[in-house]
């Protein structure tokens, strides 16, 4: 969960008819919702209200949601309703719903959850700062109908309504830009690459309420690159739905390969990240592009959510266990540190004993530096919920726990495997130890929260420094290095 941060400047309003509010943004979910949020941040600022930390600060909460599986659902109804209990006894008038699971559920949330004074989809963003200030005279905004967003046009990822705010230090005359405030600080941040997703995977329900795949421009991109590094970011973390999709719908297929250098071009800028890789749609100039660009870190995301062909199939996406180790093989042969990480799917409908094999001996040859394990379950309005051949939770939970041990071992040796390697730390915290300053962040093979961490054990640090340094030790994923350099 992320809250606002104190830093940037407060947005006052100089209007009596809009008098100054307190906001606070509780974000869930992933990091595309982290830029969402700081682009709602942005909208509220520039509309008069004054971004507070603590929602108990707040007159009014906003809490973006996720609405992606069971687990994150239940954990953004949780925090609307610990947000609620606030309006009892501090300064708080309202809470309002936005967010994947208030686009996603709409009219039938704000029925069962009459604790939220709003559910908002996302076409209420463009003019949030107004329709907060409906909530709290008093109005009641009807949640809309939920309808699938592939096909309605596509849900823009810049301010195309509002063409006079824009991201801080970048001239009107540029166009409209995403309207963005950060709301943490840090030497990192993540930068919108894209929107929704074309893809069908038959168990995802993603593109029904994010709607088709929608490209940002390359220039909209690079000046958002640019005011990142004017305040203090020295990597980028490129994030949508599927970034190898990214282009398709501006006429180039390859526009992230030419993206990509000149995104570790821009002045501050020192780690280019990206994240969600299609293994099925990835090409080899891209493979290429991202293991050999200065700047870009060899790190590859990587989408296998199994490696049983006949599942995969089922799954509506493709490969096996050879294509997968072909295209790992190409990765390592081009950057032999990469890091590699994906995400597995355990107990899809039909999935037999061999499919389970097949999957469990694909993750040992694969030797991939981390790897999520989730347990399938029905998902609303999703091909799979209708397949046949479905396993009882019992079943899941039980291999869920057994590719989850074998992940665990295979993390460990992985990190292991990583001894006496030469790394570029890029320091995130800081505390102080009895030999000097500890500091802790990520070394160029792993991403940001999922990854681990790599700790450095001495030497005089700042936020922002990127250090070369040696891993002298592995603790599951995370890692103990020492500077090369005193």
Known sequence: ???????????????????????????????????????????????????????ADAETVVVNTCGFVDAAKKDSVDTLLAAADLKGSGRTRAVVAVGCLAERYGKDLAESLPEADAVLGFDDYPDIAGRLRSVLAGEVLHAHTPQDRRRLLPISPVDRAAGHLSVPGHAPASGPRAVRRRLSGGPMAPLKLASGCDRRCSFCAIPTFRGSFLSRRPSDILAEAGWLARDGVREVFLVSENSTSYGKDLGDLRLLETLLPELAAVDGIERVRVSYLQPAEIRPGLVETIATTPGVSPYYDLSFQH???????????????????????????????????????????????????????????????????????????????????????????????????????????????????????????????????????????QGPEVDGSTRLTRGRYALGDLVPAVVVAAEGADLVAEPAHD
């Open 1 to 55: 969960m992320t809250t606002t941060t104190p830093g940037a400047p407060r947005a006052v309003s100089d209007d009596p008819d809009h008098p100054d509010v307190t906001v606070a943004l509780v974000t869930l979910g992933c990091a595309r919702n982290d830029v969402d949020s700081e682009e709602l941040a942005g909208r509220l600022a520039a509309g008069g209200f004054r971004l507070v930390e603590d929602p």
């Open 307 to 445: 490696a049983s062909a006949t599942v995969l199939r089922r799954m509506r996406r493709f490969g096996d266990p050879d294509s997968f180790l072909g295209l790992l093989g190409r990765v390592r042969s081009l950057a032999p540190t990469a890091g590699v990480r994906s995400n597995v799917i355990v107990g899809f409908p039909g999935e037999t004993d061999g499919d389970l094999q097949t999957l469990c001996d694909f993750l040992v040859a694969a030797r991939l530096d981390v790897t999520g394990v989730f347990g399938y379950s029905d998902e609303d309005g999703t091909e799979a919920a209708t397949l046949d051949g479905k396993l009882d939770d019992t079943e899941i939970r039980a291999r869920v726990e057994h590719v989850t041990d074998l992940v665990e071992q295979l993390t460990a040796d992985r990190a292991e495997a990583r001894l006496g390697d030469d790394v570029v730390v890029l320091v995130e915290s800081l505390e102080d130890g009895d030999d000097g300053t500890v500091a802790e962040g990520r070394a160029d093979h």
